[in-house]
């Protein structure tokens, strides 16, 4: 068996006897945007270097080969779980399937969990689960070439129950509470569901299963809309009613995202996906694009104007709103941004060399652990009403997200301007002195 070295890890050197695995446990995971600040927010606490350590590295990295008998072919694909604090709760974190997941990704995104359910104040930690699935690979591997979501369903259901099957008993037990991530979505989480038999092994489960949560679907967007109306009052001093927005990504976020800012009086003057954009200066017809994207699967081909990534990432908005991927803004793209605010709605789609850059041009960053929080709160009262039975309206539920990421906006604010560092870094900061004060109590360190 060979292990696919992942990105940062050293090439597998054939003088040295060691296998890729070998090579991977002695590899040192990467400077990462999370690493460095949680690094800089321990110095700035006063912590020893070996306790700093200790709260940025994961608990537990699983390494796994998932076998999945796909129409009738059994396919192999790689996936990694990673496990990286319980410190203040059970382990919580997304699914995500893609093509290109790795170990120190997934122990970023791990870590990034843990930083929001801290920054958030929930019971609970941080994990994350990547599953490499390539689906131009699938099309290729079963002979198609038309784009066909049914065919992309069975491959994300069929790889999801496999996973759930082999890790049944750690969702059983609470150890781990898994959620959707990107490409997978409520479906997927009935599948484990269905294998545990336990309504509170898993959240994001669809509407009407046992234990689901009225606003679950809509929770991160509907957070990451409150998160830009507060930059729009309170950083920018903008009146919503005709703002301009522009948002990458249109899935489980970006639509009711959208919806949102576009009910509030918002102009979404941009959209794109990960196969083209749309853009209307007088701001896009929110519900028609839904729709669209509904019948087509993207947004490209809606309207009259075509926008490429590139050109959404420059355009002349009050809020630009990434909620699609890792890393779009990045070094060599952030001189560019005319947008007044970002808001992280995906995870770390800024690198740290662009965060200086945004900085230094005075653009300010609501950073993800506080704006697509609302996925988590949402979790939050979907664990903890999963066995009650009793159905939660909506409201109850956005008025959580609003007083958890409002409130803890206010911290970060203060905190930031107290010590003059970035909203991005407060926040950090506020969640390490959070996950340290219970390991000190629970005598993990
Ligand atoms: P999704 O799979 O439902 O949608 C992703 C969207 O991004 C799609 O419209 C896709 O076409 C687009 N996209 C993919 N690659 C792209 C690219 N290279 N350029 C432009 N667009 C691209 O995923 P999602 O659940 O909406 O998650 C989006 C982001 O939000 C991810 O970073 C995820 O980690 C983060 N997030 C999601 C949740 C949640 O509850 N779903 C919670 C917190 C954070």
Redesign the pocket.
């Known amino acids: 068996m060979t292990v696919r070295a992942p990105r940062n890890c050293p090439e597998e050197d054939p003088g040295s006897g060691l296998s890729r695995m070998e090579t991977l446990l002695q590899c040192t995971g990467p400077a990462t945007r999370s690493v460095v600040l949680m690094r800089r927010a321990g110095e700035r606490l006063g912590l020893e270097r070996t306790v700093i350590d200790e709260l940025i590295s994961p608990q537990e990295i699983v390494v796994f080969r998932l076998p999945c008998k796909i129409l009738g072919r059994v396919i192999l694909f790689w996936g990694v779980m990673v496990l990286h604090s319980n410190a203040r709760g059970p382990y919580k974190g ?1 699914i ?1 399937l893609a093509a290109d997941v790795d170990v120190w990704e997934t122990a970023e ?1 791990a870590r990034l969990m843990t930083l929001k359910t801290a920054a958030t104040d929930i019971g609970f930690g941080g994990g994350k689960t990547g599953i490499r699935v390539d689906m131009a690979e699938m099309y290729r591997t079963f002979g198609r070439t038309a784009r066909d979501r049914d065919f992309e369903k069975i491959i994300t259901l069929d790889v999801v129950e496999y996973f759930a099957s082999a890790y049944r008993d750690m969702f059983s037990k609470h150890i781990y509470i898994p ?5 997978t ?1 409520p479906d997927e989480m009935a599948f484990i569901y269905n294998e545990t038999g336990d309504p509170a092994s898993v959240t ?1 489960k669809p509407e009407g299963t046992h234990g689901w949560l009225p606003g679950r679907r809509e ?2 967007g509907y957070g990451c809309a409150f998160a830009a109306l507060q930059v729009l009052e309170r950083v920018l001093h903008r009146d919503v009613q005709g703002s301009r927005i522009a948002i ?7 639509q009711p995202l959208a919806t949102y800012l576009s009910d509030c009086g918002a102009r979404i003057v941009g959209v ?4 083209g954009g749309t853009y209307s200066e007088d701001g896009l017809d929110i519900p028609s694009l839904v729709g669209h994207a509904a019948r087509t699967g ?2 490209a081909g809606f309207g009259e104007t075509p926008l490429t ?1 590139e050109a959404l990432l420059q355009l002349d908005v009050d809020v630009l709103i990434p ?4 890393h ?1 803004i990045h070094k060599g793209n952030a001189g560019k941004i005319r947008a007044r605010a970002v808001v992280e ?3 770390m ?1 800024t690198t740290m060399d662009a965060m200086a850059i945004l900085e230094q041009r005075g653009i300010a960053v609501i950073p ?1 652990i506080l704006a ?1 929080a ?3 709160i949402a979790s939050m009262e979907e664990y903890s009403h999963s066995l009650s039975a009793r159905k939660v309206a909506p409201e109850e539920v956005f008025q959580m997200i609003r007083s958890r990421i409002g409130e803890n906006l206010d911290l970060a604010m203060n905190l930031s301007s107290e010590l003059g560092i970035t909203l991005t870094e407060a926040a950090i900061q506020l969640a390490v002195e959070r996950v340290y004060q219970v390991m000190v109590r629970r005598r993990y360190i």
């Open positions: 997304g995500r995104l959620a959707p991530d990107l490409s979505g994001g929770s991160t990458q990504g249109f899935g489980n976020v970006g794109t996906d990960a196969f993207t947004v990534q909620a699609a991927v890792g779009v709605a995906a995870n789609p993800d697509n609302g996925g988590v």
